[in-house]
């Protein structure tokens, strides 16, 4: 049971719009401590995908955007192409636990 | 460009202690301005952060994995390592080890590839 919640799977059809949402609580991004996103390509290591809610590395294309409200966090992903199929995590920073929490990870299909 | 590379046995049997080494290069291990953790994903499953360090040896780790881990530094060496003791099968996973860009919500960037640990007799 992981402290941030994230939807197992989501799918969509190339060039559609996409998101992955990401559940927390009043101790992570309910308490204003900024989340995180990781692309994990198959057979890879997690990449930094978009930082401190909504920005993005250099390199990241401008398709990849994410965004805060209350408690929850969201990942958009628009005008879908197949090499976006992968695992997408969410991280943050949990004042009771008094570290670093991860959601469960979300399975992006491209149909 | 900074990389990050795992080392260590990829075999460990129940009730011993899983070794680590992340060899650092590309920058130095010593700066002040990052930490560097590790992060491990059992096969299939998702991401669960174990802990990180300062180049000081300052440390703070995960409450669920605390009292089985420990972390050290070696700057010479521009290398971090990991001991988990008393392992069990459930602590088969990928060992990931990354710099921590630590703000008030600390991120990871960039990972290592990667070193599968299997725990087994």
């Known amino acids: 049971q992981s402290v941030l919640t994230q939807p197992p799977s989501v799918s969509g059809a190339p060039g559609q719009r996409v998101t992955i949402s990401c559940t927390g609580s009043?101790?992570?991004?309910?308490?204003?401590?900024?989340v995180h996103w990781y692309q994990q390509l198959p057979g890879t290591a997690p990449k930094l995908l978009i930082y401190?809610?909504?920005n993005r590395p250099s390199g990241v294309p401008d398709r990849f955007s994410g965004s805060n409200s209350g408690t929850s966090a969201s990942l958009a992903i628009t005008g879908l192409q197949a090499e976006d199929e992968a695992d997408y995590y969410c991280?943050?920073?949990?004042?009771?636990?008094?570290?670093?929490?991860f959601g469960g990870g979300t399975k992006l299909t491209v149909l | 460009q900074l990389q990050l590379q795992e080392s260590g046995p990829g075999l460990v049997k129940p009730s011993e202690t899983l070794s680590l080494t992340c060899t650092v290069s590309?920058?130095?291990?010593?700066?002040?301005?990052?930490?560097w953790g590790w992060i491990r994903q059992p096969p299939g499953k998702g991401l669960e952060w174990i802990g990180s360090?300062?180049?000081?040896?300052?440390?703070y780790y995960n409450p669920s994995l605390k009292s089985r881990v420990t972390l050290s530094v070696d700057t010479s060496k521009n290398q971090f390592s990991l001991k988990l003791s008393s392992v069990t099968a459930a602590d088969t996973a990928v060992y990931y080890c990354?710099?921590?860009?630590?703000?008030?919500?600390?991120?990871?960037?960039?990972w290592g590839q990667g070193t599968l640990v299997t725990v087994s007799s």
């Open positions: 991280q943050s920073y949990d004042s009771s636990l008094s570290g670093s929490v």
């Open positions: 990354a710099r921590v860009v630590v703000v008030v919500s600390s991120r990871f960037d960039p």
């Open positions: 590309g920058g130095s291990i010593s700066s002040s301005s990052y930490y």
């Open positions: 009043s101790s992570n991004i309910g308490a204003g401590y900024d």
């Open positions: 401190a809610n909504m």
């Open positions: 360090i300062y180049y000081s040896g300052s440390t």
